[in-house]
Nanobody
Framework: VQLQAFGGGLVPAGGSLRLSCAAS????????MGWFRQAPGKEREFVAA????????YNADSVKGRFTISRDNAKNMVYLQMNSLKPEDTAVYYC???????????????????WGQGTQVTVSS
């Protein structure tokens, strides 16, 4: 699975952005997908994850109620809708995929084997 994230940009606090991640390969629908982010000088942190069929999701506490992860297996796409953005959401956002066939949602970056190149999100105060 190859991943490419896009849709980042500069947005004022309180604004919204929708990140997209395009996946190549026939096994996309067999992979749990996740979004992570990394701010300058900080470790990469979990944002959200979604099961293979999209039936279950899990969000980090810091984004609950503001961010929504979704996927479209027919289009090999995963999305992150981000609302009520805060300056502390500023980071490079990465999409990631678990090994095909695993169903469990996980917040650990080490459990994801495929990574996109990242897209910058900057929230101005």
């Amino acid at each position: 699975v190859q991943l490419q994230a896009f849709g980042g940009g500069l947005v004022p606090a309180g604004g919204s952005l929708r990140l997209s991640c395009a996946a190549s390969g026939r096994t996309f629908s067999s992979s749990v997908m996740g979004w992570f982010r990394q701010a300058p000088g900080k470790e990469r942190e979990f944002v959200a994850a979604i099961t293979r069929n999209g039936g279950n999701t899990y969000n980090a506490d810091s984004v609950k109620g503001r961010f929504t992860i979704s996927r479209d297996n027919a289009k090999n796409m995963v999305y992150l809708q981000m609302n009520s953005l805060k300056p502390e959401d500023t980071a490079v956002y990465y999409c990631a995929a678990r090994v095909e066939g695993l169903e469990a949602l996980t917040i650990r970056a080490g459990n994801y084997v495929y990574w996109g190149q990242g897209t910058q999100v900057t929230v101005s105060s």
